[in-house]
């Protein structure tokens, strides 16, 4: 049984910085392209950003570039969103997911996608 159980939302002051994992089991993780989506009060589910499986390549939504930085750790099976300079627009609810695909236009996108965590509340607060 795949399960991707994410960790590390909770309340912050806008300026700061917060940082998310994923813990997954039940797959091979190091095959599996991961990926972070948000999706806030009223919007559709966003992609916020992506790494590869093969070569670690990372693909960031243009509101979050420069802010934002994920990262993989393949011995412990588990994918960090480290969030700096947060702001009240980045409130949602944010969702790991694991893809068998590795380009950016699947890694990208949505139903390039196969598994889905449960989700963490990230609120920022003005």
């Known amino acids: 049984q795949v399960q991707l159980v994410e960790s590390g939302g909770g309340l912050v002051q806008a300026g700061g910085s917060l940082k998310l994992s994923c813990a997954a089991s039940g797959l091979t993780f190091s095959t599996y392209s991961m990926g972070w989506f948000r999706q806030a009060p009223g919007k559709e589910r966003e992609f916020v950003v992506g790494i590869s499986w093969n070569d670690g390549s990372t693909y960031y939504s243009d509101s979050v570039t420069g802010r934002f930085t994920i990262s993989r750790d393949n011995a412990k099976n588990t994918v960090f969103l480290q969030m700096n300079s947060l702001e009240p627009e980045d409130t949602a609810v944010y969702y790991c997911?694991?893809?068998?695909?590795?380009?950016?236009?699947?890694?990208?996108?949505?139903?390039?996608?196969?598994?889905w965590g449960q989700g963490t509340q990230v609120t920022v607060s003005s």
């Open positions: 997911a694991a893809s068998r695909y590795s380009s950016n236009y699947f890694v990208g996108r949505q139903y390039g996608y196969h598994y």
